[in-house]
C-alpha cells in the first residue's frame, strides 16, 4: 500500500512539473485571434488555441519547452507574424523570451509584448521584450541582436493587438519622412 502511495505522490509531483510553465496571452483589442504554437525540433506539439477579443486565456506549457506562438487575427490567412519566442527551463534553469520581428516585421497587431506575470500590475516593467508601437529598441530583429530576456518565472505574459492606449500612442508621434520627400524630390 506504501509503494503505491509513493508512485502516485511521484506521479502527481511529475504532473506538476509538466505543467508548471505557461503563457498567458491578453487580447488588448475586439479582434477573434487563433494563436499558433511551433515548438523547436523534438519539442512537444501545443493545440492553437483561440482568443476572443478583450479576452486573455492561459496555455499550460510543458516542462522544458522551447518555441514560438504567433497570433493570427480572425479572416486572415495563418502567415507568422511577430512570434512570442520562449525558453523554459533553459540554461542555469531560466526562462528565455523575446518579441521577434525576425519573420515578420510589419505584423503590428499580433504579439505586441512579452512580460514575467509577476509584472502585469507594475507601472514600470523591469523584464520586458516587444513594444507598444513598432518597430522599437526591444524587440529581436535581427539573429544577432541582444534582446533575449530572462527571469526565474514561468508564467510569461503575451499581449496582443492595439490597445486604446496603443492606438493613442501610436497617432502621437511625429510621422518621419525624408528630406528628398520634404523637399518634392522623388528620389536621391
Not at 497570433?71 to 512570442?84: D, H, K, R, T
Not at 520562449?86 to 515578420?104: H, K, R
Not at 493587438?161 to 511625429?174: C, L
Amino acid at each position: 500500500m506504501r509503494f503505491s502511495t509513493q508512485i502516485a505522490a511521484f506521479a502527481t509531483a511529475a504532473a506538476t512539473l509538466a505543467s508548471a510553465n505557461s503563457m498567458t496571452f491578453i487580447n488588448q483589442d475586439q479582434t477573434t485571434r487563433q494563436i499558433y504554437f511551433t515548438p523547436s525540433a523534438g519539442q512537444p506539439s501545443i493545440e492553437s488555441v483561440k482568443i476572443a477579443g478583450n479576452d486573455q486565456v492561459k496555455v499550460d506549457i510543458p516542462f522544458s519547452w522551447i518555441g514560438n506562438a504567433y497570433s493570427v487575427s480572425e479572416g486572415a490567412a495563418n502567415v507568422p507574424g511577430m512570434l512570442a519566442e520562449v525558453t523554459f527551463q533553459g540554461w542555469n534553469d531560466l526562462t528565455y523570451f523575446d518579441v521577434s520581428a525576425i519573420v515578420n516585421p510589419s505584423d503590428h497587431d499580433g504579439v505586441k509584448q512579452m512580460y514575467p506575470a509577476t509584472e502585469l500590475e507594475a507601472k514600470v516593467k523591469a523584464a520586458i521584450s516587444g513594444c507598444l508601437v513598432f518597430p522599437c529598441a526591444t524587440a529581436y530583429y535581427l539573429p544577432d541582436d541582444i534582446q533575449t530576456v530572462t527571469t526565474k518565472e514561468t508564467d510569461i505574459i503575451v499581449t496582443l493587438g492595439n490597445s486604446a492606449a496603443d492606438v493613442a500612442a501610436r497617432d502621437a508621434q511625429p510621422m518621419l519622412v525624408s528630406r528628398n520627400y520634404v523637399l518634392g524630390k522623388l528620389s536621391a
